[in-house]
């Protein structure tokens, strides 16, 4: 039974709110039939590996979460088998890419890339410039987790860099904010484990992850700048967390 008390379940109700009043107000139901694919797929699939490990049956709320991504993410009209790949490897990545026995890769931006990749999906990042929506809520989830310093690091640095080229090419810089997604930003940037836990390091993870974004969408990627940012940020999470910080270890 899910812990109203925690944040992971205060998390998968919120993500299921939104995506009902999204899909109600879009009338685009296949969204809903995606994310219900891509949670599923994502449950049954650690359910079986917990199993496999452990003996016991267990269904965890981490895959649960790690499928409604999948499922805002991807086009909703991306085909089932495509949806439940994704999924796959999303929760795959958390057992073959290990570190002192945590995950080193956000599982569903590492499966929602390599699905762009190497399955030729497109993405529709559902509802993620709605700031009203994700930035109330997001600050809560934020703060429970304390992650504060990661949304300061990204929005200092997305702020400087993205203000001076509006400022170059004389465009208000009130734009910049409505360019900003609220969806990534605020649910799949501060992921737990796989974000740093000392402060300095959690401002340079969201400024680096800021600063790659920038210059990946300015070089002209044909990728997802914001997944593969992501990723390379999460890659650094080690090194980070062993990263001094006055003179103290």
Excluded at 172 to 189: Q, R
Aim: with cysteine.
């Amino acid at each position: 039974m899910l812990n109203i008390k925690s944040i992971k379940t205060q998390l998968i109700i919120y993500l299921l709110v939104v995506a009902l009043a999204l899909a109600v107000r879009g009338r685009d139901f296949s969204f809903l039939v995606a994310l219900a694919i891509a949670v599923f797929a994502a449950t049954l699939i650690e359910t079986l590996i917990l199993y496999v490990r452990t003996k016991s049956f267990k269904i965890a709320s981490s895959p649960i979460i790690t499928g409604m991504i999948i499922g805002y993410v991807l086009s909703g009209d991306t085909a089932w088998w495509k949806l439940t790949l994704t999924a796959l490897v999303a929760i795959f990545s958390k057992y073959l890419f290990v570190f002192k026995k945590k995950h080193i890769f956000n599982p569903a931006a590492f499966g929602i890339f390599l699905s762009t990749l190497m399955l030729g999906t497109s993405t529709q990042w559902k509802g993620t410039y709605m700031w009203y929506v994700w930035v109330p809520c997001g600050l809560y989830f934020v703060q429970r987790i304390n992650k504060m310093e990661i949304i300061i690091g990204y929005t200092i640095v997305s702020l400087a860099l993205f203000g001076i080229q509006a400022v170059l090419q004389k465009v208000s810089l009130l734009n910049i904010l409505g360019y900003f997604s609220y969806f990534y930003i605020f649910i799949m940037v501060i992921e737990p484990k796989t974000t740093p836990s000392k402060p300095i390091a959690k401002y340079i993870f969201g400024a680096g992850t800021a600063a790659l974004i920038f210059a990946f969408t300015e070089s002209g990627v044909r990728f997802d700048a914001e997944l593969f940012s992501l990723l390379l940020a999460n890659i650094m999470v080690p090194l980070l967390n062993k990263k001094r910080q006055g003179g103290v270890a």
